[in-house]
Structure formats: C-alpha cells, structure tokens
C-alpha cells in the first residue's frame, strides 16, 4: 500500500514549481480554512440532572444496562477545550489524579494559540468544550448533578485544529495526521498505540471539497471513526459540508425537540454520491459546558456529537467491534427512528433521505441490538452492622486477563447492575471488583462472569470511625 502524507511548506514560486514537479508530489494547495459553523447562542439556562437531548436518544438507559463508554478513547479536532472544568475533568485522559496532569499525547496545538509549544490545553471560543461536553460531560449515574454528556465513562484528548472560529488548512491537516499517532507536546516521538478509536469533527467547509479526504479514509484504515456535522447552510437542498459529505465520513444533522429537521440543518445530496447525512441527532437548544461554566447552543455540531458518543457506547458494550467501522455505522443507522422526507430525495419511501438521513439516532436501541459478549454483575451495597442499604456507592470491576475496567455507582436502594464483556473464546471471564464509598472501608471480590448470564453479589462495607469537627476562622 503507498503511503500518503501532507506537508506545509513556506517558499518562493521557485521552489513551489520545484517540488511540483517531483513525481511523488500529487498536488500543491494554498493555504487556506474551514471553519466551525457559527452556533446559536440560545444562553446559559438551568440545567436538567439529564438533559433533553441526553434523554431523547435514551443514552441515560444505556448507562444502567450496558454501562458508560469505558474504556473508550474519544477524540476532537475543534477549537480546544477547557482540560478541568468540572463536567470534564475527571474523564480527560491527561488526568493523573491527584491535581496532576500530563498533557504530552493528550492535546495538540499546532498554531500555538494557547502559547509556546508544551502550553496546557485552552479553549478561546467555547466552541470545542460544549461539543466534547455533549460527548463526555458528567458521571453518569454518579452524584455529579449536570449530566450532559453521552458515554460519560470514555476518556477524551484533543487537537486545537481551528485556531478561533477559523480552522486553517495547516491546522487540520497537523490535528488529523497527530490523530493517528499522537505526540508529546512538542510534536516528538509520535505513538500510534496512543490514537482514540473515534473523532468528532465539528467543523466544515463548503460543498464537495476533497481537501480532507485522505486523511479521513487514513483514519478508517486506522480503524477509528470518523464523525462530522453535516453543516449550518440549511434548508436548501445539496449544501452539506466537506468533509461530512465524503462517503467514508458518518455525517450528522440536527433536530430539535419534536424530532424535527432544524431548519439551518445542511441537506443532501451529497457531492460525492450518498444520502448525507447519515442520520441525525438532537442539535437544537442543547445544554452542555463552556469554559467556566455552561451555555445553551444550537447547531449541527451540538448533533454531530451525539453520534461519536452513542458510537463510544457501543464500542464499549461490544468491544468485538472495535475499528469495524462499517458494521458500527450501519448499525447506528439501522436502529435510528424513522424519519421520512421527500424534499430532498432519497430513497422512494423517503426512508432514508437526504433531509434526516435514516433517521434520528437512538443510542439505547444502537447498544441493544448491537452483538455483544457479555455478562451481567448485580447485587446490592448495604452497610455491615446495621443493614443499611448504601446509596452512591461506585463499583468498580477490573478484567484480570487485560485490566479492561467497568464502573457504575448504586442507586437510592443500594443496588447496581452492570454489564461486563466476556471474550467470544472464552467461556468465562474473572473480574476483580472493588467498591468504595465515603465514610466505609472498601470491599473487594474476585467474580467469575459468564456470557449470558446474571451473576449476583452482595458487598458489605465496614463504616469508618466518624468524628465531629467544629470551629471557626
């Protein structure tokens, strides 16, 4: 297989006619940008313990059936995002616990816009913390009250590929090629084994551009999917975005709260053949962080990461398939809702159609009718002397042969539920699960899970000795 890469380089006409004519250059393009689509600022607003859009796409039942996106790495190209605000701190893979970070292979910034090369992770437009937000913001079914993101339990990293609401051609070209083998923080010993198994993209350019493209097939090749926001220039027919419009790209446009088109959502035909979007996703009034605080937007890219964190889902509850990124596709597609439209052609029956795609996503049916291998741990948290049911506690459950992890938390009564991938050649698989809670002494068991089957454990957990504090300043 030949080897393609893209390099930026500063000269004279002289030496551009130069390397034009050299036989392994394909082609020479000016510099030039994308951009990420104005979004609505619809405010601040108060928050929901699960938001609407969370809610819609049933993604808060998939947490207590099939678990959160763990183990799942998600990355953005975007406009950079806030590395410790409080919706995302806890799940940003730099984060080593303690107040210690270490940014090296978990952020890139090629223009250098939050300062010299080795500077932390910044956002100056909030753009790229509401969309990694809808992705991962919250705890799930943890105490964490704003929970506004889809597969909560992923880890997410990030490239600053739009220096302000511009995202420059050298930018992204950088941020898709540190994709597939991310770097420290000053552009050195690149590690493949570091890339994330999905990317959302929530920018965009005109109609038809090839710009991006080979990237985007290197990432599939690589084996992680490529998602992007189908675009702002709605309703007319035939406006949605490169790269959303590439065949190889899962394409997202946006409904509102009735489940209906937003009208600034970018439509089909795509300039390259398929019904774009693929589907859609709620993009209208969508809640999610912004650095020191939240906001309300609207946009396709409020939808498109929807999409990446149902994705994240799956990954997580069929681990088997991972990097089958067309099967994932066809399946998010597949058990979307239903919606038909004629204005923009598509399929006879409107169903699927270049207005909606097939649809409107539903991440609990995605998971659901996904082929997963797994077992299902339940039981209950109560305290060791008195019986108490203990509520909030976490559980946390560690494969041995592979350290794969699962978590969940117990709720109002004390119990939890949670489903652990069992490996297709193996009968059984053993997990060490630990569970903790503020004010107990951990408990620990060892637990053998079999594929289809329910295993029930109890823990008791030993209450700490508990002193008053008083005082004053």
């Known amino acids: 297989m030949n080897a393609r890469t893209s390099a930026r380089v500063t000269g004279t006409r002289g030496l551009m006619d130069e390397i034009a004519r050299r036989p392994e250059v394909e082609a020479i393009v000016l510099d030039g940008a994308f951009s990420i689509p104005p979004p609505v600022d619809d405010g601040t607003g108060p928050g929901d313990e699960v938001e609407w859009n969370i809610a819609r796409i049933r993604a808060d039942k998939v947490w207590s059936a ?161 998602v992007f926001a189908n675009g702002n220039a709605g309703p007319a027919c035939g406006t949605v975005a490169s790269p959303a419009d590439y065949p190889e790209s899962f394409g997202v446009g946006a409904t509102d709260m009735m489940d209906e088109i937003a009208a600034f959502s970018s439509r089909g035909p795509s300039a390259f053949g398929p019904i774009k979007p693929d589907a859609s996703a709620p993009g209208v009034e969508v809640r999610s962080s912004v650095p020191g605080g939240y906001a309300i937007f609207s946009g396709t890219s409020m939808a498109a990461p929807h999409v990446t964190g149902t994705l994240a889902l799956v990954w997580s509850a069929a681990p088997d398939l991972i990097g089958d990124i067309g099967k994932s596709f066809e399946l998010i597609r597949r058990t979307a809702v239903n919606r038909r439209s004629f204005e923009c052609g598509g399929a006879a029956d409107g169903d699927p159609n270049n207005t909606y795609g097939d649809g409107r996503i539903d991440a609990f049916r995605a998971v659901a009718a996904s082929e997963r291998v797994a077992g299902k741990l339940i039981g209950t948290v109560i305290e060791a002397r008195t019986g108490r049911r203990v509520e909030q506690a976490m559980i946390v459950a560690k494969r041995r042969d592979d350290g794969l992890k699962r978590s969940t938390f117990t709720d109002e009564a004390g119990a939890y539920a949670m489903s652990l991938p069992v490996a297709p050649a193996h009968r059984l698989e053993v997990y060490d699960v630990v569970v903790t809670a503020f004010g107990y002494e951990p408990a620990a068991a060892r637990v053998a899970i079999r594929n289809d089957e329910i295993t029930v454990r109890a823990f008791r957990l030993v209450p700490l000795r508990r002193f008053d504090l008083s005082g004053s300043r």
């Open 66 to 226: 099939f678990g959160d996106g763990d183990g799942i790495v998600v990355g953005s190209i975007d406009s950079g995002v806030q590395f410790d605000h409080e919706a995302l701190v806890r799940q940003y893979r730099g984060n080593l616990g303690d107040g210690r970070f270490v940014h090296d292979y978990n952020f890139w910034d090629p223009s250098q816009i939050c300062g010299p090369l080795g500077s932390p992770p910044c956002d100056n437009n909030g753009h790229g913390t509401h969309t990694m937000g809808t992705i991962a913001g919250g705890d799930g079914l943890g105490p964490f009250e704003d929970d506004i993101g889809v597969a909560p339990g992923v880890k997410w990293i990030t490239a600053k590929g739009c220096e302000t609401i511009s995202c420059s051609f050298a930018a992204l070209v950088s941020s898709g090629e540190w994709m597939l083998a991310p770097t420290d923080l000053l552009g050195r010993n690149p590690k493949p084994s570091r890339r994330p198994h999905l990317i959302n993209n929530s920018w965009g350019g005109g109609p038809g551009d090839p710009f991006f493209r080979g990237i985007v097939k290197a990432w599939r090749a690589a084996g992680m999917a490529p």
